[in-house]
């Protein structure tokens, strides 16, 4: 990730940010608003240091983002990313919410 990759980044952030602090749109929503696609999501785990279709990725992310969204908004976040990097919701497991405009197939 070059330093405009990283730039452009930090102000995707900022504007997820601004959006939840504001209240009117679900993260999910917020996600979609504000142009994450599958590529800046597995963009972002590179930040993280994880990419987002492997195990341990919603923990670190979560753990980063905390500070920035508070514990639920970090959650939220972060699974919004996952969901739109691998395309599905299918990795939250049986009898957790299947959301967002992300389509429910398996990868």
């Known amino acids: 990730m070059d330093i405009i990759d990283k730039i452009e980044m930090e102000e995707m952030l900022r504007e997820v940010k601004e ?3 504001d209240g009117e749109y679900n993260m999910e929503q917020i996600v979609e608003l504000t142009g994450w696609t599958e590529k800046s ?3 972002f785990g ?3 240091g994880i990419s987002p279709e492997k195990k341990g990725f919603f923990d670190k992310c979560h753990a980063r983002m905390t500070g ?3 514990d639920d908004g970090a959650a939220k976040f972060c699974a919004s990313v996952k969901d ?3 395309g599905t919701t ?3 497991g049986k009898g957790k919410k299947k959301i967002g405009p992300v389509s429910d197939k398996k990868k």
């Open 90 to 92: 299918f990795w939250r």
């Open 68 to 70: 920035k969204f508070g």
């Open 41 to 43: 999501a597995k963009n």
């Open 19 to 21: 959006f939840y602090e």
């Open 84 to 86: 739109k990097a691998t």
């Open 46 to 48: 590179k930040t993280v």
